[in-house]
């Protein structure tokens, strides 16, 4: 009985020391994006178990664990990812906190706002912008977080930062007229939008602001969180259907890592790069472009040749395999390799928008990644918008 006892102890030890992979929870509404952290922690028994970007108590949605100590490592190649939403905001009142869960005030102002008004108002949004983040957020101010000081009723300074909203629908409308007076207490003015944003993006503030722009007031009334990146609310699982036995099925790993490039001149920002998208799985597969696509690319012929270029990589100890890319079909890789994920460096922008299209055309599972800039004063001549 006690060698039994001592075995099992020594496989459950096993397996918390070296499980590691991604759990795609569908938060409720109510607990903190750390409750469920903390919860994960006591049903798997691990202790290194972060998230790659919260979610405010009241959201529900999609919601991104890294469990064990690579995937916890790993989480900043998620963070960054653009985001997708659906949200509920409510006209004719502001709040606090920006949503439901802060001291609300209503206006009432007697007017109709019309469809055609709404539409041009959400559409002034779509692009580069500074937003201001919430009073009430996690953003930290003198080491303390955000709500922290605005809770002891301290005014903070919050500086803007850069984002971008690259679309907004209007998916509903239940408009009565922004009076409580004349419509009664149980009704409510809702507009309901989908949002596709930059990471950083607060989707409050945008309720905030879009209720200024309509001169009614607005906060956000329900949000939920539909995609980070090519990563979907569909593949998630629910918190209460994990168990201490089915827990570790959820979790996604991945074998096959794809990585790209031209690789002119091998300095260590390609070493990063592809060092950085090894740690994402087994396998790290490298597409090197052909000449021709490289010279298409970059406005001239290449320092060295295609062959010359590929040697290079293939001699690095840490890369599996390397290829030629294909001069006409950029994405042939893609189809041939049908990797688990590919990883996408800060400069790779024109992939951002085309791969996870080309990636649904393909019927493939893969998923993406973005590896973090290194040294981008001096490697990097741009990075992505929300991630400066």
């Known amino acids: 009985m006690v060698i039994e006892i001592c075995l099992y102890l020594v496989s459950w030890l096993l397996v918390i020391m070296f499980t590691s992979g ?20 006591r049903l798997t028994g691990i202790k290194r178990i972060g998230h ?62 019309y469809e055609d008004e709404i539409k041009k108002v959400i559409a002034s949004f779509i692009g580069q912008q500074m937003q201001v983040p919430p009073q009430y957020s996690a953003k930290k101010v003198g080491g303390k977080k955000a709500y922290e000081v605005a809770r002891s009723g301290q005014k903070i ?16 409308i239940e408009n009565y007229c922004i009076d409580s007076r004349l419509r ?14 930059s990471s950083g993006t607060y989707i409050r503030t ?29 593949e998630a699982v629910e918190l209460d259907k994990l168990t201490v036995d089915n827990w570790s099925k959820h979790l996604i790993n991945f074998d096959k890592v794809m990585a790209s490039g031209t690789f002119e001149i ?7 790069y592809l060092k950085e998208a090894k740690k994402l799985g087994q396998k790290l597969i490298v597409v090197v472009a052909r000449d021709s696509t490289a010279k298409r690319v970059r406005g001239r012929s290449l ?74 004063e001096k490697y990097k001549s741009s990075l992505l918008v929300g991630e400066k």
Request: glycine share 8%; net charge neutral; aromatic share 8%.
């Open 206 to 234: 945008l309720a905030h602001e879009i209720g200024q722009k309509l001169g009614c007031g607005a906060y956000a009334e329900e949000l939920e969180r539909t995609a980070i990146g090519n990563f979907e609310l569909t």
């Open 157 to 172: 300074d919050l500086k803007p930062a850069e984002i971008e909203i690259y679309e907004i629908k209007l998916k509903n």
């Open 52 to 113: 790659a970007g919260t979610l405010d108590p009241f959201a529900t949605g999609l919601l991104m664990v890294g469990v064990g100590r690579e995937a916890t490592r790993n989480l900043g190649k998620f963070v960054g990812l653009d985001k997708r939403y659906q949200a509920v905001i409510r006209l004719g009142a502001v709040s606090e906190t920006y949503d439901r869960e802060g001291k609300i005030t209503i206006y009432d102002l007697g007017f109709k706002i």
């Open 303 to 376: 320092r060295f040749n295609e062959t010359e270029r590929l040697a290079r990589i293939k001699s690095l100890e840490y890369v599996d395999l390397a290829v030629l890319g294909d001069p006409e079909d950029p994405y042939q890789a893609l189809k041939k390799i049908k990797p688990d994920i590919v990883a996408l460096g800060y400069d790779q922008k024109s992939f951002i928008d085309e791969l996870p299209v080309k990636i649904k055309e393909l019927g493939l599972r893969t998923k993406i990644a973005r590896v973090p800039a290194y040294l981008p």
């Open 22 to 41: 991604y759990l795609l929870i569908n938060k409720p509404s109510g607990p903190t994006s750390h409750d469920i952290v903390a919860r994960l922690r």
């Open 266 to 272: 091998l300095h260590p920002g390609h070493e990063f």
């Open 184 to 197: 009664g207490n149980d009704k409510k003015d809702t507009i309901t939008i989908e949002v596709h944003c």
